[in-house]
């Protein structure tokens, strides 16, 4: 169980670690509310470069608060060229037809699974607790059930 003060802790640690606490102002804020359903996610003023880290205390979808902390930190970190990237789609593509919708879920996948990626390694390097986080595929359908009710070919 991660109490408020090993959160800010881990807090502290991983700002240093990606050397966000010289260029960012960044407030920690523990949401303790049912309609709040991500276990993590910011708010972000980049003119004045400061950002609130929000963590769900009340029903995190993931066990390891460090793997969290982390994960939202490193979105921060790439958040110049994850702007850079959708100024660039905004650009050559119509808000709201097949072609735009297309390259924005792919990056944003992209996006995920990168910021994803960097976490397990980042964790593995310094993490105080390596443990991967299951959380989500809890609630998702196995393998199996996929295929349920599909014709077979």
């Known amino acids: ?3 408020r003060e090993i959160i800010e802790c881990l807090f ?10 010289n260029c960012w102002d960044i407030k920690l804020e523990l949401i303790d509310d049912e309609v709040f359903t991500k276990t993590g996610d910011f708010k972000i003023d ?6 609130i880290l929000m ?3 009340a029903n995190p979808k993931h066990e390891n608060f460090e793997e969290v902390i982390c994960h939202e930190l490193l979105h ?8 850079l990237t ?3 789609i905004n650009g050559h593509y119509e808000a709201g037809t097949p072609s735009y919708d297309t390259i924005y879920t792919q990056f944003m996948t992209m996006l995920e699974q990168t910021v994803e990626e960097l976490t397990k390694c980042m964790l593995k390097a310094f993490g105080e607790n390596k443990e991967l986080s299951y959380g989500r595929c809890r609630g998702t359908r196995s393998f199996n059930e996929l295929y349920d009710g599909l014709k077979p070919l």
């Open 12 to 21: 502290k640690k991983w700002t240093e670690i990606l050397r966000l606490d």
């Open 46 to 51: 980049p003119d004045d470069r400061k950002a």
């Open 86 to 88: 959708e100024g660039l």
């Open 55 to 57: 963590l769900n205390e």
């Open 1 to 3: 169980m991660y109490t």
């Open 76 to 83: 921060l970190k790439l958040y110049p060229l994850d702007q």
